[in-house]
């Protein structure tokens, strides 16, 4: 796809590289662990290197750290070079749970990525009308991608919703697929959420 960038974090990332090409990848700090383990080479790296175990390779790239006090994430750095670029993002997994509860809160404020993708999970963005080929009885889960709520309506689920409110105090956890074909209506902005092994069954669907 053209135009489409990669964002690579610290924490759990995938252990296999999907299909998706990206015309340029941006590493913050440790992500970049995360693109050589996976075979990219970052064309931007950014961050304060105090998590990277390639500080002395990115050096030698001609990589150089930023002030590790600073007034924003490395993260977040990253998705300010990203502008309004569609990327999708790898990593973030395990790890600290402010890490995570940090990165989510970047959502206020950036753009969603197309997919983010860690060791246990794909998380697809959402917005409008779609159709998904799903395997019957996967897991599933959709939660609204920023503090604000989401309306949302399905077929094609054991447990269907009609205009349903998502928000931080109710989402839909652990429904599973009921038929192959699940359409899916948002009004707002939601994550769905499947296990990371369903990356291959999706990519030619997003």
Known sequence: MDNLTLVLTGGEGPVTRPSFEYNR????????????????????????????????TL????????????????TELALKLVEK????????????????VSLLGLF????????????????ISLTGNYKFTLPVDE????????????TIS????VWDMQDKELSHSWISLSN?????VVSINVEGLVFMRLKAGLISCIESQI
């Open 85 to 100: 670029e569609r990327y999708d993002l790898f990593g973030g997994g395990g790890g600290r749970v402010d890490h995570l």
């Open 176 to 180: 599973r697929v009921k038929k192959p």
């Open 25 to 56: 990848i941006i590493a913050a700090d440790s992500g970049a662990d995360l693109a050589f383990s996976l075979g990219y080479t970052p064309t931007e790296v950014i961050g304060d290197f105090d998590s990277t175990r390639e500080r002395e």
């Open 154 to 157: 399905t077929s094609g689920l």
């Open 108 to 123: 206020d404020t950036y753009p969603l990525p197309r997919i983010w993708l860690t060791k246990e999970d794909v998380m």
């Open 139 to 150: 897991d599933v889960s959709f939660f609204p991608a920023t503090k604000k709520s989401a």
């Open 59 to 74: 050096e030698t790239m001609g990589y150089k750290a930023c002030p590790r006090d600073k007034d924003y994430s490395d």
